[in-house]
């Protein structure tokens, strides 16, 4: 295949970064758009250039490192699939095809398509645990009955894996299906249930305190979440945190 | 616990959007159930409509009912504003490329375009019956305001402008359609009104609701005007 790419180059934060228009031939219809950009990058070395700076790690679609926004959507026009798990047969030859980074306020470009997201990282931080006590006599989590319907719906929150095509896809740049899985994976389970009431007030305070805009409803990010995170969490956080607001001092 | 309060929260503005949103949606159906009486022809028509007008601008829990209406459309426009100034701040840079129909509807993408032709309606509409039966020099029938006769005529051939009346009126009834499809079942959505047996019902009530109230809405002028051709 014979390919025209249109990449976002950006030389470090402050840059302000354009559009810039690579041919590429002789790519696979097999790869996996990952495996297009490390093409596109040894043709550029090669040619004596920078090459195109994305994050990548596991590319089996569980870590959350990929992101790229590929011709108007997170992780390109595939359903349920990260960038590493979008291949190239998903394209047609002589294409062209726009590859941006991540748009939010709250992610930085780092360089090129690489973004900072460790907003998610302190969002996190800020009450998407749960406190165990660790000097020995720890109950082992099976011990503790959960009903299978919420053993699953927890489990399913807990796919999740942070990799913010949410907060891309959403014309808001809104993190609610990020935070809400969070809140739910545990806010469903027994062990949850303790700090329930703090987790979400904090998790929703630090999201706001990141700058991600507010929820409109639009379902563009469940759309496009490679893990298919549903809409229902966003409405289990939003009830969570009216209910705690309400109850706290 | 938090330093934030509840009211500082971009989650409180949603729920202020959603509360407002859909006290406004039974305002609406007390406005149609009003505005049916227009199809009764003649002067029994005319009689039911003034009554129901001096009943709505004179007894005191419509009153009450009526300023808290005003209070929840001003919130309503002002929250709205709010949320979209910070929407946008939330992405400074855009995306050279969007396709935004691929994963969200259109309405849901232009719930502040759609409400923004909504309030310039409102001030016109407004203007032209509230105003002018609140505090403008209006003709009496029976010893009532008659409003009957003003509607009449402002939708009319009669009218040099009566066609425009029509034709804004509906395209206004247009706008409102597209925000309450998306708008009524988004309110539930944000006060965290989502249950598997119940949402498939609030969703399909909410394309009748936003679909229904507006045409209802949409068609009188268009009868009014065509009756009197």
Known sequence: MDLTLNVWRQNGPEDKGHMETYPVS?????????????????????????????????????????????NGEAHGPGRGVT??????????DGD????????????????????DRSAFDRIIQSGGYISVNTS?????????????????????????????????????????????????QFALLPQGQPERASRVKRMVDQMDEEGFGNCTNTGACAVECPKGIDLSNIARMNRDFLKASADSE | MSNNGLLKSSLAKKYLMAL????????????????????????????????????????PLVKLLSYLTYACVLFHIVDGIVLTIRNRKSRPVGYVKE?????????????????????VFLVSHMQTFWYK???????MHDGLKDLHTVVLAFFSPENSLGIVAVLGYVLAQMALAFHLVHGFQSGFQSLGLRHPKYTPAIEKTGYLFGIGVPLLFAIIPVFLYITQL
């Not at chain 1, 062209?96 to 973004?115: H, Q």
């Not at chain 1, 020995?136 to 807990?158: C, R, W, Y």
């Not at chain 1, 959403?170 to 935070?179: G, I, T, Y």
């Open chain 1, 96 to 115: 062209s095809i726009t590859i941006e980074p991540w748009r939010a306020s709250a992610f930085p470009v780092v360089k090129d398509l690489a973004v």
């Open chain 1, 26 to 70: 002789g790519v696979s219809p097999d790869m996996s758009f990952l495996e297009m950009m490390d093409m596109l990058n040894d043709q550029i070395i090669r040619d004596g250039g920078d090459p195109v700076a994305f994050d990548h790690d596991c590319r089996e679609g569980i870590c959350g490192m990929c992101s790229m926004f590929i």
């Open chain 2, 20 to 59: 407002t949103g859909l006290f406004l949606c039974t305002f609406l159906v007390g406005h149609l159930a009003g505005n049916l009486q227009l199809f009764i022809q003649g002067a029994e028509g005319q009689q039911a409509f003034n009554e129901y007008a001096e009943f709505m601008t004179t007894f």
């Open chain 2, 99 to 119: 396709k935004g129909s691929a994963n969200a509807s259109w309405a849901s993408r232009n719930m502040g375009v759609l409400g923004t032709i909504i309030a």
């Open chain 1, 136 to 184: 020995g006599e720890t109950l082992d989590a099976n011990a503790i009955p959960v009903p299978k319907p919420q053993a699953d719906e927890a489990f399913s929150a807990a796919t999740c894996i942070g990799c913010g095509a949410c907060v891309a896809s959403c014309k808001n740049a809104s993190a609610m299906l990020f935070v809400s899985a969070k809140v739910s």
């Open chain 1, 83 to 92: 960038t590493c798990q979008l291949h190239m047969r998903s394209f047609k």
């Open chain 2, 133 to 139: 039966m609140h505090f403008g020099e209006m003709p």
